[in-house]
């Protein structure tokens, strides 16, 4: 089995599944066009290939990312690799799952069809729900986070948490999180206006005096839906707040005037992302959890 990849999350998988690993040259052409290489090309005849494609918070480039899956994933097959396994721990296009406005493209599902076409099997860590829209298929695996981060806040000994969903969505997971760690839940309301972006965020204040809370999201982009609940969370008294998510994609928020991550760290005692994208708060890492699902499925 190869694991194939640019970065140091790469070579850690494939130091966990006890594979080899092989590296991917790459570089931006002077017009914005990509360039990649396997670095060695020769080993690729006959295995297993997991290839992992994944970026960094603070210049994450979604359509570098498609471009690189389809590349490489082509390379792959013209060097005859036995079975081919895209790996995004990340996936682009996540939340683009809905024609929310009529005429609106359903990205996510245009290119889920495209790249699976390309490989045996195609996972990706949770992101929006792929099962409610009955995307799931024996070509497609969404790997599950809440257990790798239920594990890591296990550390913090809570007494009695409450576990926050920000928006209705992530419910589910919430209330995963507070089973397996001994707590409680709480959800929170979030509309947006399609047409301006803007996000409104309602819902019961508890009174929670002195608890420790965790608000959790799938991911933060602009960090508007987390601060929204971390204003109302505020207002229940709470002695402690740790904010967690697994997608960490930071970009500046233009109404607060700061990234993202600045901007949910600076209100909150703790703010803790996964390695799903390499962050400054990724401290939670997916990779044994998925170590252990590629063993089994791949
Ligand atoms: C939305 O449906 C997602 O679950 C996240 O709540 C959303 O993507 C977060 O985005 P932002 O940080 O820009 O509010």
């Avoid at 860590?125 to 790997?143: A, L, N, P, Q």
């Amino acid at each position: 089995m190869i694991v194939l990849g640019r970065d140091g999350f790469s070579e850690k998988l494939a130091k966990k599944m006890h594979a080899k690993f092989v590296r991917i040259e790459s570089k931006i052409f002077p017009d914005g066009e990509s360039y990649f290489r396997i670095s060695e090309p020769e080993r690729v005849k006959g295995e297993k290939v997991i290839l992992v494609v994944r970026g960094e918070s603070s210049k994450l480039d979604q359509n570098r990312m498609l471009t690189e899956s389809l590349l490489i994933l082509d390379k792959l097959k013209e060097l005859r690799a036995k079975k081919t396994c895209l790996l995004l721990p990340y996936i682009p296009y996540a939340r683009q799952d809905k024609e929310f406005l009529k005429g609106e493209t359903i990205s996510i599902k245009t290119f889920r069809s495209i790249l699976k076409e390309k490989c045996d099997l195609l996972v990706n860590v949770t992101s929006h729900d792929f099962r409610k829209e009955g995307w799931i298929d024996r070509k497609t695996y969404v790997m599950d986070a809440t257990d790798s981060i239920a594990e890591f806040l296990k550390s913090k000994k809570f007494k009695d948490p409450v576990f926050v969903a920000p928006d209705m969505g992530v419910n589910e997971s919430v209330e995963k999180l507070a089973k397996s760690l001994g707590g409680n839940s709480l959800g929170f309301k979030k509309e947006r206006d399609r047409k301006t972006g803007k996000i409104r965020t309602s819902g019961k204040i508890p009174n929670l005096r002195g608890k420790e809370l965790v608000i959790y999201d799938d991911m933060v982009s602009t960090g508007g839906t987390i601060h929204n609940a971390l204003k109302l969370a505020k207002k229940t008294g709470a002695g402690k707040i740790i904010c967690v998510t697994i997608h960490m994609i930071s970009v500046l928020n233009k109404k607060h005037g700061k990234n993202s991550i600045d901007l949910i760290r600076d209100e909150c005692d703790e703010f803790l992302a996964t390695d799903t994208i390499e962050s400054e708060v990724s401290r939670i890492s997916v990779i044994p959890d998925l170590a252990k699902t590629l063993l089994k499925i791949f």
